[in-house]
C-alpha cells in the first residue's frame, strides 16, 4: 500500500491557513467561525482518506476512520526504537548497538525521537566518517614523538602528508595555529583544483612554523593530537618515521 504524504507549511497572508490546532476567527466580536481540521504534523492519504501523521517518537498503529485525528499512534520503546520525524511508518528504526566487539562505546544514549550516537573507545580511532569499527591507536608516548621527529623535515613530503590530512583537518589545524578564515580563502581564491588546496595551505603553514623557530613536524603532531585526530596523527608519525629514520634493532616501532 503507496502513502502519500502531506507535510504543512504556511501559506501567504489571506490565503486563509490556519495554523494546527487553531480556530479560525470569525466575526468581530470574539466568536469563533467553523474549525478547521487540521494536522499538528502534516497528513497522509490511504484509501482515499486524509489522516494525520504520528509524532516523532511514535509509529502508527491504525489508519483514521472518521477524522483525520482518529488515527492510532503508539510510542517507540525507549532505548530500542525511534523515530526521528513525522511518519506513517507502522515500526520504528532501531537504535544503532554501540558495541564492545567494534570498540565503540555510547556518546548519547538512543531516546524514542533520536539514534543513539557512538564513539571509539580510549585509545582506538576510526578511519571514516561513517563509523562502524574503531582500531587501536599507535602507543606514541610525547617523548617517543619528540625523539622520532627530531630534526625531521617535512617540506619534502608536504603532498604525501596532504593526502592523509585532507582539506578540514588540515584547515583546523591552520586555525589552531593562528591562520583566520580571511587568510584561507585569500590563499585559495585563485586554485580552481580543491585537489591543490590543502598541499598549499601546509605549505604555507610549515614556513609559518619554521619562521617561529618550530619544530614543524613536532608541531602538526601535537596540534593533531590537540583536536583529536588520532588517526591522522599516528598516520603522519608513521610515514614520516619510515621516511626519514633508519631502522636499528634499538628503534622497534618500525615493525
Not at 566487539?101 to 561513517?130: F, G, M, P, W
Not at 588540515?170 to 586555525?175: D, F, G, I, S
Amino acid at each position: 500500500m503507496r502513502f502519500h504524504f502531506r507535510f504543512l507549511s504556511p501559506s501567504p497572508a489571506g490565503l486563509g491557513w490556519t495554523p494546527p490546532g487553531r480556530e479560525r476567527s470569525g466575526a468581530p466580536g470574539g466568536r469563533s467561525g467553523r474549525r478547521r481540521s487540521a494536522c499538528q504534523h502534516g497528513s497522509y492519504t490511504v484509501g482515499g482518506k486524509t489522516c494525520c501523521l504520528c509524532a516523532a517518537g511514535q509509529r502508527l498503529s491504525q489508519h483514521c476512520e472518521d477524522t483525520p485525528e482518529d488515527r492510532v499512534c503508539e510510542y517507540c520503546d525507549p532505548g530500542k526504537t525511534y523515530s526521528s520525524v513525522p511518519n506513517a511508518e507502522t515500526t520504528c528504526e532501531p537504535c544503532t548497538s554501540c558495541t564492545r566487539r567494534a570498540n565503540l562505546e555510547v556518546k548519547e544514549e538512543c531516546t524514542i525521537t533520536k539514534d543513539a550516537v557512538c564513539q571509539c573507545i580510549e585509545d582506538h580511532y576510526c578511519s571514516s566518517r561513517l563509523c562502524t569499527t574503531c582500531y587501536p591507536c599507535d602507543k606514541w608516548t610525547s617523548q617517543d614523538t619528540k625523539q622520532l621527529l627530531e630534526g625531521v623535515d617535512i617540506k619534502p613530503h608536504v603532498e604525501e602528508i596532504a593526502k592523509v590530512l585532507e582539506w578540514e583537518v588540515m584547515r583546523n589545524v591552520a586555525m589552531e595555529s593562528g591562520f583566520t578564515s580571511d587568510d584561507i580563502e585569500i590563499l585559495i581564491e585563485n586554485l580552481h583544483y580543491p585537489t591543490k588546496w590543502t598541499p598549499l595551505l601546509l605549505h604555507q603553514w610549515v614556513e609559518k612554523m619554521e619562521k617561529k623557530d618550530n619544530n614543524a613536524a613536532r608541531e602538526l603532531v601535537e596540534k593533531l593530537t590537540g583536536l583529536g585526530y588520532t588517526y591522522q596523527r599516528d598516520r603522519v608519525i608513521r610515514f614520516l618515521y619510515e621516511r626519514e629514520k633508519k631502522p636499528t634493532e634499538t628503534q622497534p616501532l618500525t615493525s
